[in-house]
């Protein structure tokens, strides 16, 4: 597992083969951008941290925008580097709108944006209840169960 930015961090290092810190967003979009042009078997783990940490809890919604613009640029650099294999999910751990009082994380529903260039359809997933959905999705992209009692169902089917 290669990881971009403060997944290292997160994860205490644990099982990952690559990390890279990233300086900003647009660093960290640079860095996925070279991962992905060395065409790469297995998972890339990317966290943007500047969405939470500069202008999520600072409540800077003008921040944000600009943020996400930049963030759009590096986006569509990256889906025309996709392969017909791979699998792009774009999620949040928290909600995090900047308009929202307070320094806390809000409860506002995250985001599960998933694109391949082999997909044929689009439209709206079904609500769930957990983040695992994620984990059961990507583990059932490469083949692989889930542990034993672990909550989460895959969609990937659904993505086709």
């Not at 792009?88 to 909600?95: E, P, R, S």
């Not at 689009?122 to 059961?136: E, N, S, Y």
């Amino acid at each position: 597992m290669i990881s971009v930015g403060k997944i290292f961090d997160i994860f205490d290092g644990e099982r990952l083969t690559e990390s890279n810190k990233s300086q900003s967003s647009v660093h960290g979009m640079e860095q996925t951008i070279e991962i992905e042009e060395r065409d790469f078997t297995g998972l890339c783990y990317v966290n943007l941290v500047d969405f939470d940490a500069l202008w999520g809890h600072r409540r800077d919604p003008d921040g944000y925008a600009r943020e996400l613009e930049r963030f759009d640029v590096k986006l569509g650099e990256l889906l025309e580097k996709l392969g017909d294999d791979d699998l792009l999910v774009i999620t949040a751990d928290h909600g995090n709108d900047p308009t929202h009082t307070g320094t806390d994380h809000t409860r506002e529903k995250v985001p599960f944006l998933a694109y391949s260039p082999s997909m044929t359809g689009c439209g709206k997933l079904p609500d769930t209840d957990t983040f695992a959905v994620i984990g059961a999705t990507a583990a059932d992209n490469f083949g692989l169960s889930m542990p034993e009692g672990t909550i989460g169902t895959s969609v990937l089917e659904q993505l086709q």
